[in-house]
């Protein structure tokens, strides 16, 4: 058993999506229980890309490699975590904000939650402030993270937070931001939960807001 969680392993820290996917599917035909695999194997993995990061050995190519590779494992065991009832750490709802078209860091993010045991519900780019309402009205999330790229664009961050609160939402969620130009200073200017300024940090974010 040993064995093959750690090919999966290192098949995350190499991106090799195909070794992760046969690897994690012979793990599942040998019985190895898909909660462990998950727990043990591909969320210790990503935390290692995230380390890794963090410490400039990888770059944002890589981590964007580990993370579809981490995804592949992913797409084998979500159904069986379905079936056997095991709790997401958390839900997200994720998107980047109107007006905005750049979705490479938000993708990362949500595929770097969703490696930490996150259910993500990802809204994709250019999203109002009226979608994210509809999607925490539909999706219950216990997290909304917004992104945003560009100087001008930031400021939607803001509108959003101002449409839930007329809505009447914003004390359902924990708002966390991110992006380029975003500082943990604007974060607490336009009173989001918490500011991350990478991937990995926006894990640790996520869970420490859940606490």
């Known amino acids: 058993m040993d064995g093959i969680m750690k090919t999966i392993q290192q098949a995350v820290l190499e991106g090799n999506a195909s070794g992760v996917k046969d690897n994690v599917q012979a793990a599942v035909d040998g019985g190895i229980d898909a909660g462990l695999i998950l ?15 963090e410490e400039g050995e990888y770059y944002i190519p890589e981590m964007l490699i580990s993370a579809k590779a981490m995804k592949a494992g992913l797409a084998i065991l979500q159904p069986l975590l379905m079936k056997s009832n095991i709790q997401a750490k958390g839900r997200v709802v994720i998107g980047t904000v109107q007006g905005d078209l750049h979705d490479i860091g938000k993708n990362l993010v949500a595929i770097m939650l969703e490696g930490a045991g996150f259910e993500v519900i990802d809204l994709g780019a250019d999203v109002t402030p009226d979608k994210f309402v509809e999607a925490i009205q539909t999706n219950k999330p216990d997290i909304v993270a917004m992104s945003a790229l560009l100087t001008t664009t930031m400021p939607r961050m803001k509108d959003a937070i101002e449409v839930f609160i007329q809505k009447d939402v914003r004390k359902q969620v924990k708002i966390m931001i991110g992006g380029a130009p975003v500082t943990a200073d604007y974060a607490q200017k336009i009173g989001a939960d918490g500011y991350s300024e990478d991937a990995s940090r926006a894990v640790a974010l996520a869970k420490s807001l859940m606490e």
């Open 39 to 53: 727990n043990d194997c591909l969320i210790p993995a990503m935390n290692e890309v995230g380390r890794l990061f």
